[in-house]
């Protein structure tokens, strides 16, 4: 479904293998074979350091036309923003998003240098985990960024993480019962399940997209259904 951007947090992972990774494919090929099966991932290799260009050109021939992936920005970001822009630009149209962690208790003043040095063409999502941010949501949206986890961010897209399994089979059917009006009315969401040693997460992320587009299909469906009833 365009706009589902359903993923995992990595990819990296040789204990996916064999439930999600065929026993034969190498680790050089993961990247790869999980951009065959899911449209989007979180890049958390760069939370540590930024790699070199060459590395993002890299990452970003190994998926197809239409992949995304959401970037952790790393510590000493607020400092550097417009470094780290223009290294995650190597992705070219792979780039979905910048994911930006902020564990401090709220402070306005880091908000405002943070919202005026970021370029609107990069989407930034923040990761605020103080709860002394609620509220900020206004602010971050007039900027065109967006809180991790809010569903009701104005701007049109989101960025949700699932970070607590197992998920039963009724939970990933809400989490696709909430997805899918949004992306219907033309909203971008990164969606995005924590990584575990078996491969539960590319399950989820799977099934999760199945759903999307079950619903999606059955819409279709209808809306003929409907039309064929009005033209009798």
């Not at 290294?87 to 005026?116: I, K, P, T, Y």
């Not at 991790?148 to 089979?169: G, I, Q």
């Not at 997460?201 to 819409?219: I, N, S």
Request: net charge neutral.
């Amino acid at each position: 479904m365009s706009g589902a951007f359903v993923g995992t947090s990595g990819w990296s992972y040789p204990s996916w293998r064999p439930g999600s990774y065929p026993a034969a494919v190498a680790p050089d090929d993961f990247l790869r074979h999980y951009a065959g099966q899911l449209p989007a991932v979180e890049l958390n290799a760069t939370a540590y350091r930024l790699p070199a260009e060459e590395q993002f050109h890299r990452w970003a021939q190994q998926v197809p036309d239409g992949f995304r992936f959401a970037v952790k920005a790393p510590p000493g970001t607020m400092r550097r923003i417009g470094f780290v822009e223009e290294r995650v630009r190597a992705l070219g149209d792979r780039l979905g998003c910048v994911r930006l962690v902020v564990s401090n208790r709220r402070d306005d003043g880091l908000l405002e240098l943070l919202l005026g040095s970021v370029d609107p063409a990069v989407r930034w999502a923040l990761d605020l985990r103080h709860p002394s941010w609620d509220g900020v949501e206004s602010r971050l949206a007039q900027a065109g960024v967006v809180r991790v986890d809010d569903w009701e961010a104005r701007p049109s897209w989101r960025y949700l993480r699932f970070r607590e399994p197992p998920h039963t089979d009724d939970d990933l059917r809400r989490i696709a019962a909430r997805i899918a009006p949004l992306v219907a009315s033309g909203i971008d969401v990164f969606a995005f399940f924590r990584h575990e040693d078996a491969p539960t997460a590319p399950a989820y992320a799977e099934r999760v997209r199945d759903l999307l587009d079950e619903g999606k299909a059955h819409q279709a469906s209808s809306s003929v259904t409907a039309l064929e009833n009005t033209s009798v």
